[in-house]
DNA sequence: CCAAAGGGCACCGATTTGGTGCTATTTGGG
DNA sequence: CCCAAATAGCACCAAATCGGTGCCCTTTGG
């Protein structure tokens, strides 16, 4: 549905609170608490991240969730990746590794080739935008590749 | 889940079938015997193009489909559009009419302005694919206004 | 007049998604 | 020393979406 699911953006308010409490361990009630999302479910899809790696967590009374790197080596296609796994666009050959084609259409499919040129240029998108310029949009100028009209 | 539909994906291969066959009237059928996909489901869907306006068809014994417009004219953002509707990677404003954000966090959500900047980006590389650069991938360089890595 | 094709629409099974329940474990503070 | 707060793990469910069919009607060329 070329749509990103609730998790991913839980994860990405989540993660662009995270920016601002640098290296400060943040609860997920806090999350809930500044956000009007369901709090068990924010908890869930962070237990994710840091499983992913994508953030560090400390137990106990005054834990939380850190980032585990800097918020400008973090970009939005790895998040998306950990919460959706990698297949874009098809679902034929992942582009990334395994998940061999289970498609019939495969062998004598028309569009399989220049339908991956489209997906690879979409996670190029997703690879330039880092958590950084997500929380700070005015601080970079976006790189702005695309000069179209 | 950031992924075409199998209806998107056999309308490509329709619509791109039908650009080989400039004016001509394909059936259904036709395409089902070429490629092996669901012919009913190909047929749907082809139904549903014609009611958008995308193809053009002719009812009785020799009857089918055709591209309503040049192959050049019609982008994959408008097929995607046509298929799926219009909401990209938020459910929240789809940024072209209607549909009122029915999130609870949009009044303080601070991801949206930023994610909707990408998605724009977004609908620019799919907005930029025509039916003719499917069809003919190396006829044209694709614009390529990326210049990453 | 009939076979081949599209038009409409409802419907179903499988998958995915959003969200919750429950329990165990860690840990700082009174 | 113990409890409240917090993460870890994992199963589970209801609703939405998706892939695919069934059924019947209308059009049309031979
Ligand atoms: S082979 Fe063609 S139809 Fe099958 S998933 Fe890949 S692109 Fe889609
Ligand atoms: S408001 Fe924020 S959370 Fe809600 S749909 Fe838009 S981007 Fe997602």
Redesign the pocket.
């Known amino acids: 549905?070329l749509q990103f699911?609730?998790?991913?953006e839980?994860a990405l308010i989540a993660l662009v609170h995270l920016v601002d409490r640098r290296g400060e361990f943040?609860?997920?009630?806090?999350l809930a608490d500044r956000y009007p999302?369901?709090?068990?479910?924010v908890?869930?899809v962070?237990?994710e991240l840091?499983?992913e790696g994508l953030v560090d967590?400390?137990?106990?009374?005054?834990?939380?969730?850190a980032l585990a790197r800097p918020a400008a080596d973090i970009t939005l296609a790895e998040i998306v990746t950990v919460l959706?796994g990698a297949p874009l666009l098809t679902s034929c050959d992942t582009g990334f590794a395994g998940t061999a084609g289970s498609c019939e259409v495969e062998p004598t499919c028309p569009i399989r080739s220049p339908i991956h040129r489209v997906r690879d240029r979409i996670r190029d998108v997703l690879s330039h935008v880092t958590l950084e310029s997500l929380a700070h949009p005015n601080a970079l100028p976006m790189v702005t590749p695309t000069e179209n009209r």
Chains 1, 2 share one sequence.
């Not at 999302?37 to 479910?41: D, G």
């Not at 967590?57 to 969730?65: H, L």
């Open positions: 549905m699911t609730k998790r991913t839980y943040v609860s997920a009630r806090e999302v369901p709090p068990r479910l908890a869930e962070l237990k840091q499983r967590s400390q137990r106990g009374a005054a834990g939380g969730y959706e």
